[in-house]
């Protein structure tokens, strides 16, 4: 029987409870065992195994072998990788329809084909639990039809990519966690993303009963989506609400982006119970969105070939003087733009990182009928999608990825 | 009187959220169904995914919300794109209040509600809620399901379904998408006036909360993730395809016939009696009994007796607090309280069969302790 080296103890990705791997429970695989007391009738029962096979695998009461392992406190699944491997959790935020969700399917994807970082492996733990980004990824980027307009559609505050257990007497509600195994020289890490609606992070919007942004509480590292199109100076700098949303830009700026980040930064002061006064935990990355529509108000631009440096491909993350440069000119750009965004990330974090990208490389167009944004799959180009994520890894885990870190 | 709430993606709700938010709402909504009701709004725009059987999901739930059951018509549906561009959806629910409940049943509710919003609409709070209509209506022959090409019968089926397991989830897999509001209202209108109400359903089911509940769900042959779903334990499956006919039963003939179909499953004789602790009117003007020989046992064990002693006339049996008010056919009432080794045995909860057990076995203890001292000796 091969060995199995498991860690000493693992936090739980759906309700981040922490405990040591004996007493991960298993999911029976006997049919008549179907009814679980926390997960309710439709769900296999979730038990602490007591018999074992001779190669250490699961039996349950019924004699049905099993492999599949399940959270001791939400019974939620959970892939084998997170008992072996170091968890890293990183909580992706923004204010709503800031790119979130595009920049996770761009971001997966490119991560996918090896062209990011040079080294890096970045598979699935379990395709069957991140159903979600592999759909937005099929919606955008590996679309049978590339001729059929599409787009990804705004992440609801409710249903399937939500889970939701019995804990006690009160019902709670769990983001799904899309997991990923990252390995790079001899390191290998479980990757943690969620897929948060932006209204989850809204001022007063965190509810005891659904706490679908306490991944704040274990995350090491924090990417801030920021839209820059929401902010009325860069839309008048842009030529007026109606070209920034010709271009496929919000055009509203009803929403304060630094109040959000003020608020998430509370949140993980209050989850970890620390001082006001307590630097933050992590880095605190800022992904500016939608570069392709205000990257020329940059000086110098911002292109796929920054600084002359061509990359292999526009996914590929650029080296570290490429990355230092475009922090010096997005920070130039804030600074002139969105200054008070600019103020409460230095306030925060004073070595906070800023990372711009495009997940969709060119402009949707808008549909006159109804006014929504639609891109042909075909047309889809990201620059630098993963980059934002490939920076925060980077600053969570030096050693994996010592090159991206400013010296 | 009834209350509505609005949930939509706009740029400022009115309580000054932005993105998915509550648009509209009756003043004095509850805050906690608000919540639910928030919760109850999503819609999955995915065709490949979803698995529901209309493209509008039409909805009667009832949300247990604190320590109140609501009753709940829900209408969620796509409506174009909102202010970042994006498909959005509209969800409009109407909280129904029990003297606002329509003889007709929940689908005609929503079939005859005109208020239901489509699209985005002004963002604020109403001082009143909607008007909920109102009519009475018979049962028909299932004019929807005929005209989707369905027999009629599939909707005694369904009916019958309701009737006879209305503690099961009931899934209707229908070969593709269609309207499915037209075929609930058939399916309801076989079903007797009083019992419409309590039938729940959803033509576009999600992941619902436990606090909610949904029997009758129609869902799509051939959706992804449609086996696992209907897999699950005690729900009950039925499969309509065009040009099949059920099997023959009565329910089937009745919706062929138009008239109300019946459950064809007896509800099971009730057989216990609760028994009666206190004296009834009747008990107090009868002869007192005379007392049993006086046990030896304790004093909380003589006064159960004692109450109990005068409770065991045939007279009393119809007056048993156990008796519902339905009608059912109970047993007659035990003929309990003879005495088995001189102790009466009609004490309340203690069943003839104990006693003589806990007797014996006490007998034969002593006979044994007796034996071993005889040994000892």
Sequence with gaps: ?407 | MSMELIHTSVQRGIRGDNGFATACATRGLPPQLESVLAELSSYDFDTSRSVGGDVVEWAHRIVKSGSKAHTILSRVAPCGSDWSGRPNRVAHHLVVEASERAPAGPAWALSAFAGFATAVPVVEERASGPVIPSASCGPRRPAAWESAGFDGGWAGIVACTLLDHPSSTCFVVLPDEMDCLGLVSDVLALIPEERRWFITFSTRPQRMPASVTCQLRFVRAGASGINRILGEPGARRIVVARGQSPEPSAAVDAARAGETVQPSIQRPVRTYVAPVVRNTPQVQDAPPRPAAAPPKVGRSMQRASATAAGTASPAVSMSYPGVDSSGAVHAAPRSSGAPIGGLRTDIPGVPALAWGLFIYSAVAVLIAFVLGILSLL
């Design chain 1, 1 to 407: 029987m091969p060995l199995r080296t498991l860690v000493s103890s693992l936090t739980c990705p759906h309700c981040w409870a922490e405990f040591p791997p004996v007493q991960i429970r298993y999911v029976s695989e006997h049919e008549a065992l179907r009814g679980d007391p926390i997960l309710g009738e439709s769900e296999q029962l979730r038990f602490l195994p007591s018999r074992f096979d001779a190669r250490g695998r699961a039996i349950d009461p019924l004699g049905a072998l099993c492999s599949r392992m399940a959270c001791k406190q939400c019974h939620l699944e959970l892939p084998s990788a997170a008992l072996e491997l170091p968890q890293t959790i990183l909580s992706i935020v923004g204010a709503p329809a800031c790119g979130k969700s595009v920049m996770l399917a761009a971001a997966s994807f490119s991560l996918r084909s090896g062209l990011v970082v040079d080294g890096m492996d970045f598979i699935d733990a379990d395709p069957t639990l991140n159903d979600l980004t592999l759909e937005l990824e099929s919606s955008l980027f590996r679309s049978s039809t590339p001729d059929r307009p599409t787009m990804i559609a705004k992440t609801d505050l409710s249903g399937r990519l939500y889970r939701s257990f019995q804990l006690g007497d009160s019902q709670w509600i769990a983001p799904k966690p899309q997991l990923f195994v990252i390995g790079r020289r001899a390191h290998r890490q479980l990757l943690c993303l969620y897929d948060n609606a932006g209204e989850h992070f809204l001022p007063g919007r965190d509810a005891a009963h659904e706490p679908v942004t306490r991944h704040l509480a274990a995350s090491r590292a924090l990417v801030f989506v920021v839209d820059p199109t929401q902010d009325q100076r860069v839309i008048d700098r842009l030529g007026g609400r109606d070209a920034v949303r010709a271009q496929g830009g919000a055009g509203s700026t009803e929403q304060r982006q630094d109040l959000v980040l003020i608020e998430a930064a509370n949140r993980v002061r209050r989850l970890r119970a620390m001082s006001a006064f307590d630097p933050l935990p992590f880095r605190i990355v800022l992904a500016l969105a939608k570069a392709d529509i205000w990257g020329h108000l940059t000086a110098p631009e911002i292109r796929a070939d920054f600084g002359g440096a061509a990359a292999r491909t526009s996914v590929t993350v650029p080296d570290i003087r490429v990355l230092s440069a475009v922090h010096t000119a997005c920070e130039g750009f804030l600074a002139a733009s969105m200054p008070e965004l600019l103020a409460t990330a230095r306030a925060l974090d004073p070595k906070f990182r800023i990372v711009p990208f495009s997940g969709l490389g060119n402009p949707p167009s808008r549909s006159d009928s109804d006014r929504g944004l639609t891109i042909l799959p075909r047309d889809v180009r990201p620059v630098w999608p993963a980059a934002p994520i490939v920076v925060a890894l980077a600053e969570a885990n030096p050693a994996m990825f010592s090159e991206y870190i400013d010296a």
